[in-house]
């Protein structure tokens, strides 16, 4: 990935946290994912993507953090499962969003939504991992970002 | 008249794969303009919906699972080709935005979007 595509989704998250919520993200300094760094929260979505890029875009977060993000749209019901739903909503704005920058050969996927469960997400070990730390009252949530062009990954960001 | 009055006797239809989204926009719009408000998950349920109650106005998302949005505009406009039809999407390039215009859709409205932006979008929608 260069480093204007990792800032295309750097914006995306800023533009989507300004819209939807009262208060703005804070955007932390995206980093290289090492195999030990834990940041699988209790609500992760995966969006794959697919066409000119190949890889996956995650977003994961904290129950409590979820759970005020559906009460900024309304919502009083912020059961696990409404949690859930939006997360995946969250993954999948964000990365439709990108189809701007990066055309409409960026194919996504509909979301897949795990809760909890960090041992089944697999990051592909042939690609570089990026996380964008998406900081937001007081909560610390992760944008991941791993592509790459065309060719298939060998993992392809699999969940088990 | 404005657009508000003129919908108080329509029924609209609300499409999207994410509960959260669909239960926003109903609160967003549904009882202030609609007399009647049904909502469906996939484009295949959406058909079904389409179908039991014939909406005269449908929010359709592209994305989703079992029936993409952009194959269920054109099955809705099969129907019943003067259904007022506003894709709301994720999907940012301009080009997406074209091509749901070019099969009949007479709106689209980009997501994350606010409560302000679908009234918007939806007095357009009417007035146009």
Redesign the interface.
């Known amino acids: 990935m260069t480093e204007e595509e990792i800032r295309v989704f750097i914006n995306g998250t800023a533009?989507?946290f300004k819209?939807?919520a009262e208060v703005p993200a804070q955007i932390g300094t995206p980093f290289l994912k090492e195999p030990a760094d834990q940041i699988i929260s209790d609500f992760s979505a995966i969006i794959g993507i697919t066409g000119l890029h190949r890889g996956c875009v995650y977003y994961t977060a904290p129950r409590l953090m979820v759970q005020k993000l559906?009460q900024q749209?309304?919502?009083t019901?912020v059961s696990d499962?409404?949690c859930a739903?939006?997360v995946?909503?969250i993954a999948?704005?964000?990365?439709?969003?990108?189809?701007?920058h990066l055309?409409?050969n960026?194919l996504?996927?509909?979301p897949v939504v795990l809760r909890g469960r960090p041992e089944a997400i697999h990051f592909p070990n042939n690609v570089a991992t990026f996380v964008i730390p998406v900081l937001w009252d007081g909560h610390r949530s992760s944008l991941i970002v791993c592509l790459k062009d065309e060719e298939p990954l060998s993992m392809n960001g699999a969940v088990s | 008249m404005t657009a508000r009055g003129e919908t108080r006797m329509m029924k609209l239809l609300i499409v999207d794969?994410?509960?959260?989204?669909r239960?926003?926009i109903e609160?967003m719009i549904g009882g202030q303009r609609f007399e009647e408000v049904r909502t469906a998950g996939n484009g295949v349920d959406a058909l079904k919906e389409f179908d039991a109650f014939e909406p005269d106005v449908v929010t359709m998302d592209i994305?989703?699972?079992e029936l993409d949005g952009l194959s269920c505009v054109d099955a809705i406009l099969a129907k019943k080709p003067d259904t007022l039809i506003l894709v709301i999407?994720?999907?940012?390039?301009k080009?997406?935005a074209v091509e749901a215009i070019k099969r009949g859709a007479q709106g689209f409205l980009?997501?994350?979007?606010?409560p302000e932006m679908l009234d918007t979008e939806l007095t357009e929608l009417f007035e146009n």
């Open positions: 533009n989507y819209t939807i559906v749209l309304g919502e019901d499962d409404m739903d939006f995946g909503e999948n704005t964000i990365s439709g969003n990108a189809r701007e055309g409409r960026f996504i996927s509909v | 794969d994410s509960n959260v989204i239960r926003a609160r994305t989703m699972p999407s994720a999907l940012a390039d080009a997406t980009l997501k994350p979007f606010t």
